[in-house]
């Protein structure tokens, strides 16, 4: 919630049509006054040009004293859902404020609706009694493309009594609203690293969720009698305590082609300008790395040109320090992930070197780990020595939006699994068509 209580500022009045008409009619009266000499109808054209003159001063100087909060139903919502917000407006001065309108202002890519009329507010000496110097609205907001928006400040409109001028006056602060871009469900069941196992990347199941497994060793001089593992005792004929085996989770790795490249293709975007080509691998990032933090992987994400997400893991992890790289945990991860996503753009390379980056973070594992390439507009030879990482990788998995042959035939060469997104093309199916199938599946 947001609440701002100062003097709100004013834009300049502008004249309804009345007052456009009595202007036009005093100006008239003036000509018709210099022609003929008529001292009366000098002193009616006057008149009728002071009038809508001391209407504007009038109502930019005495600007409604208000308080404004402003309350998302969520502050972070996906792309095409709808954002519910109230407002409270609260009347601060000693004086009713009758005749307002009001309309919440809102950035390209945001539709909200158009100016409405706002209850009568009260005298604020009164708001002990009764609260009629308060007023909420509710309204909704639809978005359209992912981003990082700021909603308002709220616009308040006021008419003079005698409905000659308007003014607009701009109450409190903004606030921001994160539109993640859309998740799609990609199936149950994990992802078969039956080639990628190792001490670090081995998922442990348990019965018990989120329960340390429990496995039996040798008793030591020290141990308390309380954990000994009395059935194991029996079957190795010699004691045997309880030993706490700490969960792990496997590792998998994204990089995420970010690079505006040389190819800006101008008639591929939105009105807004953004690339669709570089939305549907925005929204194919999203469904890969929440699947994946879902089924209980650490999610490493890298990009092709200077960082922009920061997860919250990524300098904790060891052997990750000083490499431009994000780290994603479960089980909250995902959100991260999400709203990191919301303000990614594509950007100028900048010297950045996605191989070294990614080839770092994979020659920490011992084993080859997952991992998942989206390529958009990337450079071709710096993709070509990322794809010649593909002995630290399996899975190997890379996703080109749009044409690139030049990419995927170095991809292809080094023994990828490819797959070809269509602009705007679903997720799931780019996802079902790579083939990767679950231990489920191949075990059935």
């Given at each position: 919630m947001t609440a701002t209580r100062v003097r709100p500022a004013a834009q300049l009045p502008r004249p309804t049509w009345r007052g456009a008409g009595l202007a036009c009619a005093g100006g008239l009266a003036m000509i018709g006054a210099a022609w003929s000499g008529r001292v009366d109808l000098l002193v009616l054209g006057l008149v009728l040009l002071l009038l809508p003159l001391a209407a504007a001063i009038v109502i930019a100087v005495d600007r409604p004293w208000t308080t404004v909060s402003r309350v998302f139903e969520s502050d972070v919502i996906a792309a095409g859902e709808s954002a519910h917000v109230v407002l409270t407006i609260r009347n601060e001065s000693n004086r009713p404020l009758p005749g307002l309108r009001w309309r919440d202002s809102c950035p390209a890519g945001l539709a909200a609706p158009g100016f409405a009329p706002l209850p009568p507010l009260g005298e604020h000496t009164l708001a002990s009694r009764d609260r009629s110097d308060t007023a909420s609205v509710r309204y909704t907001i639809e978005t359209g493309v992912r981003g990082v928006y700021t909603v308002g400040p709220l616009l308040?409109?006021?008419?003079?009594?005698?409905?000659?001028?308007?003014?607009?006056?701009?109450?409190?602060?903004?606030?921001?609203?994160?539109?993640?871009?859309?998740?799609?469900?990609?199936?149950?069941?994990?992802?078969?690293?039956?080639?990628?196992?190792?001490?670090?990347?081995?998922?442990?199941?348990?019965s018990i969720p989120n329960a340390d497994e429990l496995i039996a060793r040798e008793y030591r001089p020290g141990d308390p009698l309380r954990r000994v593992h009395w059935r194991a005792t029996a079957r190795h004929d010699q004691l045997m305590v309880r030993q706490e085996e700490p969960r792990s989770n496997p590792e998998t790795w994204m990089l995420l082609d970010t690079d505006a490249g040389a190819r800006g293709e101008h008639r591929h975007q939105h009105a807004n300008g953004v690339s669709r080509r570089f939305e549907t691998a925005v929204e194919l990032a999203a469904s890969v790395g929440s699947h994946l933090i879902g089924h209980g992987y650490v999610l490493g994400v890298a990009e092709t040109a200077p960082p922009q997400l920061q997860g919250r893991a990524a300098t904790g992890r060891a052997g990750l320090a000083g490499l431009p790289v994000s780290a994603y945990d479960p089980p909250g991860g995902s959100h991260a992930l999400l709203a990191g996503l919301a303000g990614v753009r594509q950007l100028a390379r900048e010297g950045s070197d996605p191989a070294a980056v990614l080839g770092a973070a994979l020659r920490r594992n011992p084993q080859a780990v997952p991992a998942f390439v989206i390529v958009v507009d990337g450079d071709r030879d710096e993709l070509a020595a990322v794809a010649a990482l593909r002995t630290l990788c399996e899975p190997a998995v890379a996703f080109l939006v749009g044409p690139r042959p030049d990419v995927r035939e170095q991809f292809v060469r080094r023994g990828w699994t490819c797959v070809d997104v269509a602009e705007g093309e679903a997720p799931d199916e780019a996802w079902r068509r790579a083939g990767i199938r679950s231990r489920a599946a191949r075990h059935g």
């Open positions: 308040l409109e006021r008419i003079d009594p005698f409905g000659l001028m308007r003014c607009l006056y701009a109450v409190g602060s903004a606030r921001p609203l994160i539109v993640v871009p859309r998740a799609v469900e990609l199936g149950q069941g994990d992802m078969d690293v039956s080639r990628s196992e190792g001490y670090e990347h081995e998922l442990v199941r348990h």
